[in-house]
Structure formats: structure tokens, C-alpha cells
């Protein structure tokens, strides 16, 4: 099956595109979020929904603002400005997506699908609660401190195991910058990594 396509983001909207691409790029979890796009018929988030499937489907998005993508899967109101997104948004989009089957933290009961952590360094594999979970992607916000931006990107492994970034501002991929180890911190102009939230997947 043919990997999806990528979507060149408008605005400040790299905090819902990193969100959201780790589970498009990725194929570990791009099997998974294959399998829980509803029917079409489904008229819950409709737009977003549709946004995603024709992704995968390496279609033509173009038609589709990013403003009424957001919107639709709820992560900003009708008034709400679009720049600027934390962890938090992350967070949101699984509840919304995966409710009761994400968790943040390898700690406590339950064995969910995704089990997302604040680490600097990130290891292939980790076993919680009897089951194995592999790294799949990551959720990073970057800082240029001489211009005092943010930015945020998706990381992802790839089928040959190979970490990548994919930047939704350049709608490019990056090989040379390896995202799990502990002592990564350039992306582009970008030399400061404010946060870094991987995401394993029960395997």
C-alpha cells in the first residue's frame, strides 16, 4: 500500500500538523488510524475525517482549509486563533481520536494502543504491563532563539527503522536528523528543543 501523501500547512498551524502527521507518516500507527476512520456516513468530524482519508489515499487536499480541518476534530473553536499549540493539543487530538485508548506515561494499570512519554532520549522498544510497545513517532516543538520562534515538526520511524522528520511548513522530509537520541537539537534554523513527546504503540 502506497505511503500518504503530505499537506504543506498555512498559518501557524505546524502545532496540529506535528499532531496530526506522526500518525499519517508513521506505518505503525498509520495501520492503526486505517482501521478507526469511520464510514463515511459518519458525520462526526466529517471534514477532518475526510481530510485524513484522502491523505492516505495520496488525494488531493487542497480544498480543504486548515482552519475547518482543526475545527472539525475540535481542537479550536469557531473564533479561536489558530497559532500556537502545546502537548496539550496532542493530548486532546488522542482523546478525541482514541478515547480511553491512549495513555500519557508508562505508569499505572491498563495496556492502551498508544502510551505517549516526555523523554529526551527514546528507546525502540518498552514493555508495560505484560505487553510490548515500539516507538512510532513524536510530537516536537522546536525554538530559534535569535528569532524567538517556535516551531513544531513530526519525527517518525520508518518501515526500514530509520527515524525521519517531516516538517508540514517545507512539506519535506529530513533523514539526516536523528530525533530519538537525547542530544538532538537542530532542525533546520531551528537549535532548541522546548518539548519532545514520543509515541509507542502496542505491538
Given at each position: 500500500?502506497?505511503?500518504?501523501?503530505?499537506?504543506?500547512?498555512?498559518?501557524?498551524?505546524?502545532?496540529?500538523?506535528?499532531?496530526?502527521?506522526?500518525?499519517?507518516?508513521?506505518?505503525?500507527?498509520?495501520?492503526?488510524?486505517?482501521?478507526?476512520?469511520?464510514?463515511?456516513?459518519?458525520?462526526?468530524?466529517?471534514?477532518?475525517?475526510?481530510?485524513?482519508?484522502?491523505?492516505?489515499?495520496?488525494?488531493?487536499?487542497?480544498?480543504?482549509?486548515?482552519?475547518?480541518?482543526?475545527?472539525?476534530?475540535?481542537?479550536?473553536?469557531?473564533?479561536?486563533?489558530?497559532?500556537?499549540?502545546?502537548?496539550?493539543?496532542?493530548?486532546?487530538?488522542?482523546?478525541?481520536?482514541?478515547?480511553?485508548?491512549?495513555?500519557?506515561?508508562?505508569?499505572?494499570?491498563?495496556?492502551?494502543?498508544?502510551?505517549?512519554?516526555?523523554?529526551d532520549e527514546?528507546?525502540?522498544?518498552?514493555?508495560?504491563?505484560?505487553?510490548?510497545?515500539?516507538?512510532?513517532?513524536?510530537?516536537?516543538?522546536?525554538?530559534?532563539?535569535?528569532?524567538?520562534?517556535?516551531?513544531?515538526?513530526?519525527?517518525?520511524?520508518?518501515?526500514e527503522g530509520?527515524?525521519?522528520?517531516?516538517?508540514?511548513?517545507?512539506?519535506?522530509?529530513?533523514t539526516e536528523?536523528?530525533?530519538?537520541?537525547?542530544?538532538?537539537?537542530?532542525?533546520?534554523?531551528?537549535?532548541?528543543?522546548?518539548?519532545?513527546?514520543?509515541?509507542?504503540?502496542?505491538?
Open positions: 500500500m502506497s505511503s500518504p501523501s503530505g499537506h504543506r500547512q498555512t498559518g501557524g498551524t505546524c502545532w496540529f500538523h506535528a499532531a496530526l502527521n506522526g500518525l499519517i507518516m508513521s506505518p505503525l500507527a498509520r495501520r492503526i488510524i486505517r482501521e478507526r476512520i469511520p464510514n463515511r456516513n459518519n458525520t462526526t468530524h466529517a471534514i477532518f475525517w475526510n481530510y485524513v482519508r484522502t491523505r492516505l489515499e495520496r488525494g488531493n487536499v487542497r480544498s480543504m482549509t486548515n482552519r475547518n480541518v482543526i475545527q472539525s476534530v475540535g481542537l479550536r473553536n469557531t473564533n479561536a486563533c489558530l497559532r500556537g499549540g502545546t502537548f496539550f493539543d496532542l493530548y486532546r487530538l488522542y482523546e478525541i481520536l482514541f478515547p480511553g485508548d491512549y495513555k500519557v506515561g508508562f505508569r499505572g494499570n491498563g495496556s492502551p494502543t498508544f502510551v505517549i512519554i516526555h523523554r527514546l528507546q525502540p522498544m518498552r514493555r508495560f504491563n505484560g505487553h510490548m510497545y515500539q516507538l512510532s513517532h513524536a510530537y516536537i516543538m522546536m525554538r530559534n532563539p535569535v528569532t524567538g520562534k517556535n516551531h513544531g515538526v513530526a519525527g517518525f520511524i520508518d518501515r530509520r527515524p525521519k522528520i517531516y516538517d508540514s511548513a517545507t512539506d519535506r522530509y529530513y536528523e536523528d530525533w530519538t537520541r537525547a542530544n538532538f537539537s537542530r532542525h533546520r534554523r531551528f537549535t532548541r528543543v522546548l518539548f519532545k513527546c514520543g509515541i509507542y504503540v502496542r505491538v
